[in-house]
């Protein structure tokens, strides 16, 4: 999170046909803007151009028994540490449970968008149960669809589910690339934790076992992931249903001698 | 039946509570060639009776394929059916697009239905004249709807419409307790 994205949508476009022409392409926009401003029409339709309130990492893995997913509780506004206990992962179904990271607003509207798909099962009362990898699919047409519009939902979603003995893992991000994988890591933790899960990672994973990994590499991107805060939650699906954790507080540890002593000589550092 | 005053429109209901119109679409289906469906546990089989208008003629086509889980059997208006098809094979394919799964059977039946039901309340539009017998296996098993011009549908182990179905219907009647653990060569064989 926090990175900023150049070249939006909208009237703030710079193509190079020529400088001249970029000019009158931005100068125009803006004029409209004004424009409608001043003669109080309403003002022309608006995009999402950049994420402001944002989420870290999400981690995924399989196991046997189960899927595992975590995210820390943190919404950061830029580089503020801002809501520091909000819960980004979400229970959609028994069966299914999805964690975003990127902007917390689009994650809000996707979860009121999924309430109402389950909603309208409930109500249908025919037996029928979507699969999460139904579930995976008709939020990737979703998130594709926001893309063609060039106004995305701008997350990247862990959709985590076990149905009828199946495990199911996959992604969905804001230009709708989509796929599943025993391991799924978003934003820091796809470089810093991917590597760590895909070596835990093994076909006879325990859930159990799951849960003490994804402590372990969430207190790795603590400590290395300016965006991120020691405060988790972990969610499990497997055959009893879907759990979501109480916060965890994870334990750090900075008593190193060289960050109480300090770099005293210019060769010293504390990395 | 006989006409009466309160039978012009389908906007009009009778004294006795009936909206006219719709059983007089409802005619229409039994005016139909005759339309079987049995369910197994594991099969159901729909069976037709084509008709042709006259010997240089081809026969009527009754039964459609509205997805590789999904088929249908027609009873009345043919040009009606051809639109409910088009919709259920177009509603099907969209379900697979968005959720990557078949439809299930009874969420597709519940749609027709619902289209059938807007004809029978709009004084611009008249009730689909064509009943459906439609015939699907999803994830809960095999099923056996029936639907009607009225917008109502009913699940069955075994039924029948179209002219002289009530023979076909004696016929269920007297043998749908067997069908549940028949194989499809037994099945079809009563059908």
Redesign the interface.
Known sequence: GGRRWRGGAGGRMAFRIGSGAAKCFSAGAEMRNEEALVAGAAAPARRTTTPYVTGSSVLGIKCSDGVVIAADTLASYGSMAKFRKISRLHEVSSTCVVGASGEYSDFQELKRTLDAVMMEQYC?D???H??P??I???LT?VMYGRRNKVDPLWNSVVLAGYHDNVATLGLVDLFGTNFESEVIATGYGLHMGLPLLRKAYREDLTVAEAKVIMEDILRVLFYRDARSTNSIQIAAVSASGVEISDIIELETKWDYQRFIVGARNADVSTW | MFRNQYDTDITTYSPQGRVHQIEYAMEAVKQGSAVVGLRAKDYVVLATLKRSTSELASNQRKLFEIDSHVGVAISGLTADARVLTRFMRTECHNHKFVYETSMPVSHLVLTIADKCQVSTQRASKRPFGVGLLVAGYDATGAHLYQTCPSGNYFEYKAFAIGARSQSAKTYLERHFETFEELDLKDLCRHA
């Open positions: 249908r025919d037996g029928h979507m699969t990898s139904a995976h699919q008709y047409r």
